[in-house]
């Protein structure tokens, strides 16, 4: 454990060495946990896709299509309609089935927007990324920021941002896409007040826990200024857990991203989502969840690796 | 401290009261419409006044919080016996079983959770009564939020199971089920207790969030989802303040549970 200002530094030293191969063992280390975590995203994604595939061949309404609805079709043809979407595969080989496309990139078509998925994620997926982009950049900003604050300076600061963090938590997500609307502000800076408090709340502990250690308090008693001990002191202490924090709020972006989308008509991936959960597209979502899921265990995944170079 | 928790309490056990006592309090039933009066503004007979369908606001805001209050617990209950009944059976066996059912509590919480309670919820059929509305929501709720409780429950048993009064229990001739029944589950109960108050305002916020998405309870059956989505008019906002009854009341409910489940924590 970081005891210390230069104390972390043989940590980082350690990193680097692995890295450029000086010492073996470390480096064997480092490719080890590349590898389990490369492990842990392959057996995730199968076993996502495997739950996913199970809950659309399971569905009720699986096989049926909105064209039994057309009177103008006689009862011949609605018997080969049915025949034709009648689900003729076991569970098993429609999951090797749904596999195999996903390995050639197919990811199906859209049964409401008849179009195909992969199609649609490309058109939907950048108006997404700029908006989980640009919140986290908000959230992280405003709440890294206020959290250093509080921790740093005593009193206002924490109390105030600390109030506005507890309301803000309080609102639903899709209510706060909804007063965005209503004050004609920029939607995808929703994103940002949503994840604000979660981000706020989680690292102000986190430096406040930091800030509590012997060490610091050793640093300061023998004079350190403010900024100096943050950044030498505090800063390494709760860094791992803030890039792991960082990792999650990704996935919290994603989530929040399908209110905001869907309420505030932004033609993003989380729009996609809800419009496919509206229109009972099982295939779509299932494709959206394994993607969405996909990207936040590789952010995880980063985070966690970034951070492997602490104690 | 001590006087925010106790306000809080008093508010929660307020709202609670008013909710239970919808049939006697509220002026009319959640689905009546007035048909002469839709879009009114509040009066003595209206006192949030009336929605586009000329349904008693005041009413459905009482209705729909005692569903939101009664089914958000149920649905937390739900998911802490399911997270202990999971989280305590693979912390108690330990070896192949913890390492699978930890593996797969990890896949269910590397999904993202709004988009995997939706894609369930998409998986059942969207067009059904509204009492159905509601047991599918809650039953959902309370079916998937169980991943994250379940660590914490694996890690205590798992903890318990190699402590010193468990090892003792062992050698004098206890066995699986009454080291269960007698030293875990007891053991277990505050940590289940904590599990159960963080839910339910995670289980209510979701509620609200799926029902303004059209996801949640089904008309005409109100609840705090349904209610909010009545802020999608919000051309009308400045001339209707009303309108945001239903968010200050989930609001101040929500920051009661959290003040309680805060004030617990320092207690604690």
């Known amino acids: 454990m970081t005891s210390g200002g230069s104390a972390d530094k043989p940590g980082m030293a350690d990193l680097a060495l692995s890295l450029a191969g000086g010492e073996p063992r470390p480096a064997r280390a480092v490719v080890r946990k590349l590898a389990r975590h490369l492990a842990r995203i392959l057996v995730v994604v199968l076993l996502g896709g495997f739950l996913g595939a199970t809950l659309v061949r399971v569905a009720p309404g699986y096989g049926v299509d909105s064209e039994e609805l057309d009177s103008r079709l006689s009862a011949e043809s609605l018997r080969a309609a049915r025949r034709a979407a009648a689900p003729q595969e076991g569970l098993f080989p429609f999951y090797l089935h749904f596999c195999e496309r996903l390995l050639h990139g197919d990811l199906g078509e859209s049964r409401l927007l008849h179009m195909p998925v992969r199609q649609l994620v490309a058109e939907r997926f950048p108006e997404t990324a700029k908006s989980v982009g640009l919140g986290l950049a908000l959230a992280w900003t405003a709440g890294l920021g206020l959290a250093t604050a509080a921790v740093m300076t005593a009193g206002g600061v924490d109390l105030l941002a600390g109030l506005l963090a507890s309301v803000l938590v309080c609102i639903p997500a899709a209510v706060l896409a909804l007063l965005f609307i209503m004050v004609q502000a920029p939607a995808r800076l929703a994103i940002g007040l949503i994840l604000f408090p979660k981000v706020f709340q989680f690292a102000r502990n986190l430096l406040a826990d930091a800030a509590a250690r012997p060490h610091v308090l050793a640093a300061r008693a023998r004079g350190a200024a403010g900024v100096g001990v943050f950044l030498r002191h505090v800063l390494p202490v709760a860094g791992p857990q803030l890039l792991a924090l960082g990792g999650i709020s990704v996935s919290m972006a994603f989530a929040a991203a399908i209110p905001v989308e869907a309420l505030c008509d932004l033609p993003g991936i989380g729009q996609l989502a809800w419009q496919a959960a509206m229109g009972r597209d099982l295939a779509l979502l299932v494709d959206l969840t394994m993607i969405v899921t996909l990207l936040t265990l590789l952010a995880n995944s980063a985070a966690d690796l970034a951070g492997l170079g602490r104690p | ?268």
Not at chain 2, 46 to 75: E, Q, V
Not at chain 2, 150 to 157: E, K, L, M, S, Y
Not at chain 2, 173 to 195: E, K, S, T
Request: aromatic content about 8%; proline content about 5%; hydrophobic content about 55%.
């Open chain 2, 1 to 268: 401290m001590k006087t925010m928790r106790a306000v809080a309490l008093v508010f929660l056990a307020a709202v609670l009261a008013a909710s239970m006592a919808a049939n006697w309090i509220a002026p009319a039933s959640y689905a009546r419409q007035f048909r002469d009066q839709p879009d009114a503004a509040p009066s003595a007979q209206h006192l949030l006044g009336t929605d586009d369908l000329g349904r008693d606001r005041f009413s459905r805001l009482l209705y729909g919080t005692r569903i939101s209050l009664l089914l958000a617990p149920a649905a937390a209950l739900m998911s802490t016996v399911l997270a202990g009944a999971i989280g305590g059976a693979a912390g108690f066996a330990g070896g192949w079983i913890e390492v699978c059912v930890m593996a797969g509590t990890d896949l269910f919480l590397s999904l993202p959770w709004l988009f995997l309670l939706i894609t369930v919820r998409a998986c059942l059929p969207l067009n059904v009564s509204p009492v159905v509305s509601v047991a599918i929501t809650f039953v959902l709720l309370g079916c998937l939020g169980w991943a994250a409780a379940a660590r914490v429950v694996c890690a205590d048993v798992r903890s318990f199971r190699n402590s010193d009064f468990v090892l003792l229990a062992r050698a004098s001739g206890a066995g699986g089920a009454r080291l269960l029944m007698r030293h875990l589950v007891p053991n277990l109960a505050p940590v289940l207790a904590a599990q159960f108050w963080i839910s339910i305002p995670v289980f209510i916020l979701t509620e609200a969030n799926l029902g303004i998405l059209g996801l949640g309870v089904a008309e005409p059956l109100p609840s705090w989802g349904s209610l909010l989505r009545e802020l999608e008019s919000f051309s009308g906002y400045s001339a209707q303040p009303w309108l945001f009854a239903p968010l200050l009341l989930l609001v101040l409910t929500v920051s009661s549970f959290q003040i309680v489940l805060h004030n617990e924590e320092v207690a604690g």
